[in-house]
């Protein structure tokens, strides 16, 4: 699953800049100029990181910060401040805000691209593009591969999404209409016994292997993936 970044910066040679860069490393990318099209963007679909400016007009960037916080549906969406002050009160007033990182202007496009995998990793390890393995199960999202013991399984496209989820979130239990969120992505709109004839084509897929059993179903709640 190829990340999704909402940059939003309303000086267009620095919001190129940035988009650019993160086009190059592999990134899906949405742009807004202010805090009210960030709004619009988010509202039509989850970005899976904001690269966000202080300054902007109208709204401050501190303030959508708090704002996406404070909203149940993008609290946990990972934010990165771009700014050009320096004190360190202001520093820590982003932070506050709700930034997971922040990066001071002028900036190196490589050390933004950097800092966003970084906060990836740490907020979203599904999303940073690294293999994961359980036993002797592998998943490797940049090549699109599964493994068992060495063999390779054949999973459909939603198939591949459901596992990789389900490896990078291993022993946690999730609702038909939280999979539905995480998998699917919160704008789409289908019906949540979707997701039973996908966990049966994962199962079945992974039956060769004895993998089958990780998947568990969680009577009266929905599924889990079994870790250990």
């Not at 300054?55 to 910060?65: C, D, E, I, K, R």
């Not at 050390?111 to 002797?136: K, T, Y």
């Not at 709109?189 to 084509?201: G, L, N, Q, S």
């Amino acid at each position: 699953m190829t990340p999704t970044i909402l940059v939003v910066e309303d000086e267009p040679a620095i919001q190129e800049l940035v988009v650019i860069n993160l086009k190059h490393a592999g990134f899906l990318v949405v742009r807004a100029g202010s805090a009210e099209e960030a709004d619009s963007a988010i509202r039509a679909a989850l970005p899976d990181l904001v690269v966000l400016d202080w300054m902007l007009p109208g709204q401050s960037g501190v303030a959508l910060a708090k704002k996406i916080r404070g909203d149940e549906r993008t609290r946990e969406i990972p934010i990165i401040m771009l700014t050009a002050r320096v004190h360190e009160e202001d520093k820590v007033q982003g932070l506050e805000a709700g930034a997971d990182d922040y990066v001071t202007k002028p900036f190196s496009p490589k050390e933004l691209v950097a800092r966003v995998r970084a906060v990836l990793r740490r907020r979203a390890p599904h999303l940073a593009g690294e293999a994961v393995e359980i036993g002797n199960l592998q998943l490797n999202p940049a090549t699109h591969r599964v493994l068992a013991a060495g063999q390779p399984i054949d999973l459909g496209p939603t198939e591949f999404r459901l596992l990789f989820f389900f490896m990078t979130h291993a022993e946690r239990v999730y609702t038909r209409a939280q999979l539905l969120d995480e998998v699917w992505g919160d704008h789409v709109f289908i019906e949540e016994r979707t997701v039973d004839v996908h966990i049966r084509r994962l199962r079945a897929a992974l039956e060769s292997s004895g993998h089958h059993e990780r998947v568990e179903t969680v009577r009266g709640t929905g599924y889990r993936f079994r870790g250990a």
